[in-house]
């Protein structure tokens, strides 16, 4: 004759009528801390946007100064610009 006692099993047991509630207090407890999670994920997700309208921008200050740093080389590559600016530098201090 098989007994429950060795088996580490308990017979469902029709005193413990509270065992039905069990899942709709789960579920709320689940879906109140999924609430409360719904800010933090939105405020990582304008994070991320705010980060990536930041890193647009720097590239574009970036392409930016390359240009002028590609036309100060021109300039300067040119040997009459760059024997007066050199002129201009010597007289300058000179004078102080």
Request: net charge positive.
């Given at each position: 004759?098989?007994?429950?006692k060795?088996s580490?099993?308990?017979?469902?047991?029709?005193?413990r009528?509270?065992?039905?509630i069990?899942?709709?207090i789960?579920?709320?407890?689940?879906?109140?801390?999924?609430?409360?999670?719904?800010?933090t994920?939105?405020?990582?997700?304008n994070?991320?946007?705010?980060?990536?309208?930041?890193?647009?921008?720097l590239?574009a200050?970036?392409?930016?100064?390359?240009?002028?740093?590609?036309?100060?080389?021109?300039?300067?590559?040119?040997?009459?610009?760059?024997?007066?600016?050199?002129?201009?530098?010597?007289?300058t201090?000179?004078?102080?």
């Amino acid at each position: 004759m098989a007994s429950s006692k060795g088996s580490g099993r308990k017979p469902p047991s029709r005193d413990r009528p509270h065992t039905h509630i069990v899942e709709p207090i789960s579920l709320l407890t689940t879906s109140t801390n999924i609430v409360r999670l719904c800010p933090t994920f939105m405020g990582f997700v304008n994070q991320a946007r705010n980060v990536d309208t930041s890193i647009h921008a720097l590239a574009a200050e970036i392409y930016s100064l390359s240009q002028v740093l590609g036309s100060m080389n021109e300039s300067l590559s040119d040997q009459s610009i760059s024997e007066v600016l050199l002129t201009r530098k010597l007289t300058t201090t000179d004078k102080h």
